[in-house]
């Protein structure tokens, strides 16, 4: 008897605790609290209404009922204070929601916790300083942003103490920008305009100038590379027919005018400044390579080895590997790519 009454009981208390959730009222709005679970069972979120409202506290949940967002009301559905967090439990965002959307700043996290970003908005708008940072707390980069554009000042670091900085607006660079290395020197400096580079462009290589540049709003007119031969010098990559290693300290620099240059460097780093816009690899194992608009077509040698035909023709031969030969031989080596045009002109 008393086993049926206490099921009775029972009965009774969880019937009225489910006629009190999930309320609509004759407006079809949602009223006091609601549990919403899925198929399975498992809650999907949990919180109370009124007049069809988020109030208070509303949870959602993972579907092993870990806190997946919990959103806090300060005025019934328009504005919340939001946090979200992994499966684990670790916070990974929080911040103001208005209307639905992100207002204020806000903050981002990793699993192990340490803040990841901080960024400000105005109704889901990025607008403010967004600051990036690394897991040891230093600051990475910093932006301003202004109606979801950056526009400001923009700084982000590069290794341990290098930067880069310059000016946005309207979300392209504009003047200025400048770049130094670990030892605080200049690494790199250029000018912009409506984001696209234009005038001077330098590269710099533990303070020595290394690197020349000339740009038309986002189009290069010449490179200009550094050469250490006995007398270092500035040579256009326009000037420059062929360039390979000789040995592992020098290379030999040929001209389009039939000169030829030793810099007392490795191939590598000559190559490297020159770039491959104008420049394919004859040879990949012996380090050559040539401006792709002085090739003239495939040869034989007196022992029927194939070479390299080029105007003008080293003093040396060059056996072209196969990579090479199958660039030569296709059809769309003889058109000259819109890059190479633009270069030349």
């Known amino acids: 008897m ?28 949602r009223q006091g609290h609601w549990i919403r679970t899925d198929k399975d069972g498992s809650k999907i979120f949990e919180g109370d209404f009124v007049d069809g409202l988020e109030t208070g506290i509303f949870t959602y949940y993972y579907h092993d009922g870990s806190v997946r967002i919990r959103n806090t009301y300060s005025e019934p559905g328009k504005r919340c204070m939001h946090e979200a967090y992994d499966e684990q ?8 929601y208005s209307q639905r959307n992100r207002d204020g700043l806000w903050r981002f996290y990793a699993e192990d916790g340490h803040l990841v970003k901080e960024a400000s908005y105005k109704m889901g708008i990025k607008d ?89 709003y986002g189009m290069m007119n010449d490179r200009e590379i550094l050469l250490l031969t006995p007398e270092p010098r500035f040579v256009s990559i326009h000037d420059i027919a062929c360039m390979a ?29 020159a770039g491959d816009e104008l420049f394919a690899l ?27 035909l080029l105007d003008p023709q080293p003093d040396f031969t060059i056996f072209p590997d196969e990579d090479a030969l199958k660039m030569v031989q296709s059809t769309r080596f003889q058109e000259h790519s819109p890059l190479e045009e633009m270069l030349n002109k």
């Open 2 to 29: 008393k086993k049926s009454i206490l099921f009775l009981a029972t009965a009774i208390m969880f019937t009225a605790s489910a006629i009190s959730q999930n309320q609509i009222d004759n407006q079809g709005r």
């Open 89 to 96: 439990g670790h916070l990974l965002a929080r911040g103001e």
């Open 128 to 216: 403010g300083c967004h600051v990036i940072f690394e897991a040891n707390g230093d600051t990475a980069e910093v932006s301003n942003w202004t109606n979801n554009h950056r526009n400001g000042r923009w700084w982000k670091r590069i290794g341990k103490q290098g930067y880069i900085t310059g000016n946005y607006v309207n979300g392209g660079l504009e003047g200025r920008l400048v770049a130094y290395d670990d030892n605080g020197k200049l690494n790199r400096e250029g000018n912009y305009n409506g984001g696209l580079k234009h005038g001077d462009y330098k590269y710099y290589e533990d303070g020595t100038l290394i690197i020349k540049e000339r740009w038309n």
């Open 245 to 273: 290693a000789q040995g592992k300290a020098k290379t030999i620099i040929l001209l389009r005018d039939g000169a030829k240059l030793t810099a007392q460097e490795s191939y590598d780093p000559v190559f490297s400044r």
């Open 282 to 308: 004859a040879n990949r194992k012996s380090h050559i390579s040539v401006a792709r608009s002085c090739i003239q077509g495939i040869g034989k040698d007196s022992e029927n080895r194939d070479i390299l």
